[in-house]
T-cell receptor
Framework: GNSVTQMEGPVTLSEEAFLTINCTYT??????LFWYVQYPGEGLQLLLK?????DKGSNKGFEATYRKETTSFHLEKGSVQVSDSAVYFC???????????FGTGTRLLVSP | DTAVSQTPKYLVTQMGNDKSIKCEQN?????MYWYKQDSKKFLKIMFS???????INETVPNRFSPKSPDKAHLNLHINSLELGDSAVYFC??????????????FGPGTRLTVT
């Protein structure tokens, strides 16, 4: 079956530190991969996505590259801000299916 | 001009009661979803409707019954509430669920607490 595994949180960083949140997946076929972000008290918002191997998704300084050989989609940001504090969800969707499969989420806490 | 809205935002009720959560989207999307997020933030799909037709039912207890009166609305009715139903319920919609990069738009969530 399809599944997504994320690193356990919380990840605690100081402002301007480098961020990596690991995500690996198991899927049949060639899924699309997503990172969603949930700010406190809000619903999920799409952060970035990639639809095929070697694609790089990017948005708001965040990046993730679809690595088929390692079945990974790690999220990175060069310099985090306090406002990036949130829960980050890695997810996949297989072509022809109609549901997102989420990882367990990783909480990021950024201190000034 | 909220895209996906849910009511109520908070719902506190006792075991055994019946309650409903409403969802509306004004994005013109064909597909709507209900997700459940438990206390550990784990998010899992419950139902999906496409053009008012049920297309996904992820082994959710019969006490949960979604209803879609039209494309823009997907309500969730829960009978005989149990303590384990306490969670945050998210509604979402998408324009084209079969597209490989079909983005889903989420509502703000309804926090259900069963006492």
């Amino acid at each position: 079956g399809n599944s997504v595994t994320q690193m356990e949180g919380p990840v605690t960083l100081s402002e301007e530190a480098f961020l990596t949140i690991n995500c690996t997946y198991t899927a049949t076929g060639y899924p699309s991969l997503f990172w969603y972000v949930q700010y406190p008290g809000e619903g999920l918002q799409l952060l970035l996505k990639a639809t095929k191997a070697d694609d790089k998704g990017s948005n708001k300084g965040f990046e993730a590259t679809y690595r088929k050989e390692t079945t990974s989609f790690h999220l990175e940001k060069g310099s985090v801000q306090v406002s990036d504090s949130a829960v980050y969800f890695c997810a996949l969707m297989n072509t022809g299916f109609q549901k997102l499969v989420f990882g367990t989420g990783t909480r990021l806490l950024v201190s000034p | 001009d909220t895209a996906v809205s849910q009511t109520p935002k908070y719902l506190v009720t006792q075991m055994g009661n019946d309650k409903s959560i409403k969802c509306e989207q004004n994005l013109g999307h064909d597909t709507m979803y209900w997700y459940k997020q438990d206390s550990k933030k784990f998010l899992k799909i419950m139902f999906s409707y496409n053009n008012k037709e049920l297309i996904i039912n992820e082994t959710v207890p019969n006490r949960f019954s979604p209803k879609s009166p039209d494309k823009a609305h997907l309500n969730l009715h829960i009978n005989s509430l149990e303590l384990g139903d306490s969670a945050v319920y998210f509604c979402a919609s998408s324009p084209d669920p079969l597209a490989p990069a079909g983005e889903q738009y989420f509502g703000p969530g309804t926090r259900l607490t069963v006492t």
